[in-house]
C-alpha cells in the first residue's frame, strides 16, 4: 500500500501552463504602397514574395521596453494577476534599449515587480522559443511561480532602409505570455508545456546577422541576410522541429489543433505547412498585418489567437520558429 503511494506521488509532475497573452504594436503603420513611393519595390512583389502587406513602426521615444511593458500589462489583465505575483522576468530580443543592462529589467522596473530573476535571452527569430525553453524549465523546478515571458523588438532600428532585399520584411511589435504551474499526470494529456526542442549551428553564423556589435565596431549594424539559404533552411528546420515534438510525445500530424510558425514569411509557412501534411486552415497567419517582428512573431500570434477565441481549452498547439545563428525549436503546448 505504502510502495503504491509512493508510485502515484511521483507520477505528478508539475507543469507550465499559459494564464494569459497580450501585445502590443505601435499605431504607426507603413504598407508596402508607402515603401514603394520611396524605394525601388512594388505592393506586388513584397505580397507575392511573402505574403506581408503592412508592419507597424516604433515612433522614435518608442523603445523595445515600452512595447514589452505594454503587452505584458495586457497578458497579466488577461491572466488576473497582479504585477506583484510575477517572480519571473524574461525578454526575447535581439533589440534591446541598450546593450546592457536586460530589457527584462526595466519591465520589471516599470511593473513594479520587487522579487525573482529578470533577463534577456538573444537567440534572434528564435527567441521565443529558446525562451519559452529557459521560462519552463524554470518553472517546472520550482525555481519560480508566475513568469512573465514576453517577445519584444524595435527590428526598424536595425534595418537598412535602402536595402530592399531585407526592409520589407521586417516589422516592430511586443507579444507578451504570463505562465503558472499545474500539477500534471505526466502524459501527454496534461495541460500546459508538453515539451520544448532547441537547437543552433553556428556554422550559418554569417547568412542572417548584424554587420555590427559592442565588441566589433561598437555600433548595432544592419540586418545582412542571404534571403534564399534562409528560406531553405527555415522551412526544413522548422518542419523537423515539430516533428520531434510529436514524436517525443506520442502524436501525429493530425492530432495538432493550431500550429504557430515564425512569421517570418508566407511562403515559408506554406513549405513547412506541405512538408508536415497539416491543413492550411490550422495555422495562425500574422505575417501579413505584422510582418517580421523577429522574437515578438509567435506570442503575438497566440495573443492574436487567444483574443480572437480560436483557441479551446485543451486544444494542442504547435509552436516553431528559426533564426540567425542559425537558431531554430519548437515547443508543443496543451491550451
Ligand atoms: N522589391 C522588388 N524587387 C526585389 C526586392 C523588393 N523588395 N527585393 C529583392 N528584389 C529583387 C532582387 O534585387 C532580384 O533582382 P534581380 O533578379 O534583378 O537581381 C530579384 O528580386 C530576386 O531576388 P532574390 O533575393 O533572388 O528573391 P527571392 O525570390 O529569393 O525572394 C526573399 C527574396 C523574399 C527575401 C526570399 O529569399 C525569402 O523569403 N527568404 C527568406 C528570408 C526571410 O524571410 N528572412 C527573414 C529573417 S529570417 C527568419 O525570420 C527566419
Known amino acids: 500500500m505504502k510502495h503504491r503511494q509512493t508510485r502515484q506521488r511521483l507520477a505528478k509532475m508539475r507543469r507550465s501552463v499559459f494564464l494569459g497573452c497580450g501585445s502590443y504594436l505601435p499605431e504607426k503603420i507603413v504598407t508596402n504602397d508607402d515603401l514603394a513611393n520611396r524605394l525601388d519595390t512594388s505592393d506586388e512583389w513584397i505580397t507575392q514574395r511573402t505574403g506581408i502587406r503592412q508592419r507597424h513602426i516604433a515612433f522614435e521615444d518608442e523603445n523595445t521596453s515600452d512595447l514589452a511593458i505594454e503587452a505584458a500589462k495586457v497578458a497579466l489583465k488577461r491572466a488576473s494577476l497582479d504585477a506583484s505575483e510575477i517572480d519571473l522576468v524574461i525578454v526575447a530580443t535581439a533589440t534591446p534599449d541598450n ?22 535571452v538573444q537567440a534572434a527569430c528564435s527567441g521565443f522559443i529558446y525562451a519559452l525553453n529557459t521560462t519552463d524549465n524554470m518553472l517546472r523546478l520550482g ?25 520589407v520584411l ?5 507579444g507578451a505570455v504570463v505562465l503558472g504551474t499545474e500539477d500534471g499526470d505526466g502524459q ?21 546577422c548584424t554587420d555590427g556589435g559592442p565588441s ?20 526544413v528546420r522548422m518542419a523537423e522541429a515539430v516533428e520531434t515534438s510529436l514524436s517525443r510525445n506520442g502524436f501525429l500530424i493530425g492530432d495538432v489543433d493550431w500550429l504557430v510558425p515564425h512569421q517570418a514569411n508566407m511562403r515559408i509557412m506554406d513549405s513547412v505547412a506541405k512538408k508536415l501534411s497539416i491543413e492550411k486552415s490550422k495555422i495562425i497567419v500574422t505575417v501579413d498585418q505584422q510582418a517580421n517582428t523577429s522574437a515578438a512573431t509567435i506570442p503575438l ?25 542559425f537558431t531554430w525549436g519548437s515547443a508543443l503546448v496543451r491550451w
Not at 99 to 120: E, H
Open 143 to 167: 525555481q519560480a511561480n508566475k513568469a512573465l515571458l514576453i517577445g519584444s523588438e524595435c527590428f526598424s532600428r536595425i534595418v537598412d532602409w535602402n536595402d530592399r532585399g531585407t526592409c
Open 301 to 325: 500570434a497566440l495573443a492574436d489567437a487567444e483574443s480572437k477565441g480560436r483557441f479551446c481549452s485543451g486544444d494542442l498547439i504547435s509552436l516553431t520558429a528559426m533564426g540567425g545563428g
Open 188 to 208: 501527454n494529456t496534461d495541460r500546459g508545456v508538453l515539451s520544448t526542442h532547441i537547437y543552433a549551428d553556428g556554422d550559418y553564423y554569417e547568412h542572417l
Open 216 to 235: 566589433t565596431n561598437g555600433k548595432a549594424g544592419v540586418v545582412k541576410m542571404e534571403g534564399r539559404e534562409v528560406f531553405k533552411h527555415a522551412a
Open 99 to 120: 546593450t546592457f543592462p536586460a530589457v527584462a529589467t526595466r519591465v520589471q522596473s516599470k511593473l513594479g515587480i520587487k522579487q525573482g530573476a529578470a533577463f534577456d
Open 170 to 174: 521586417f516589422g516592430d511589435g511586443a
